[in-house]
Nanobody, 129 residues
Framework: QVELVESGGGLVQAGGSLRLSCAAS????????MGWFRQAPGKEREFVAG????????YYADSVKGRFTISRDDDENTVYLQMNSLKPEDTAVYYC??????????????????????WGQGTQVTVSS
């Protein structure tokens, strides 16, 4: 049974930074791509960032490119999301997810929630102005 547990969320002022972590258990972590999504109140869940199983390819939503960095540590079975220069519009519940619904992980598929088979419970990020 695959389990994903996010941590690191909280309240931060605009311009600040947070580092989210997602610890995975069950399955073979290093064999799968991982992604981060977010959902703000009243809005649909949206793609934030994704990283290939090998870690050599990463993808970002235009809204976070240059500010957020996704990385992974296969020895720790953990994927990270470093968030810098945070803005009030980054306020949302952030979810990590593990690939499982698509064979090829690329620029398009990484953005599709159907490409992910397992999801964490989410961690709240609130950015005050």
């Amino acid at each position: 049974q695959v389990e994903l547990v996010e941590s690191g969320g909280g309240l931060v002022q605009a311009g600040g930074s947070l580092r989210l972590s997602c610890a995975a258990s069950g399955g073979t972590f290093r064999s799968y791509a991982m992604g981060w999504f977010r959902q703000a109140p009243g809005k649909e869940r949206e793609f934030v960032a994704g990283i290939s199983w090998s870690g050599d390819r990463s993808y970002y939503a235009d809204s976070v490119k240059g500010r957020f960095t996704i990385s992974r540590d296969d020895d720790e079975n953990t994927v990270y999301l470093q968030m810098n220069s945070l803005k009030p519009e980054d306020t949302a519940v952030y979810y990590c997810a593990r690939q499982g619904g698509c064979q090829y992980y690329g620029g398009s598929s990484s953005r599709d929630s159907k490409c992910y088979a397992y999801w964490g419970q989410g961690t709240q990020v609130t950015v005050s102005s």
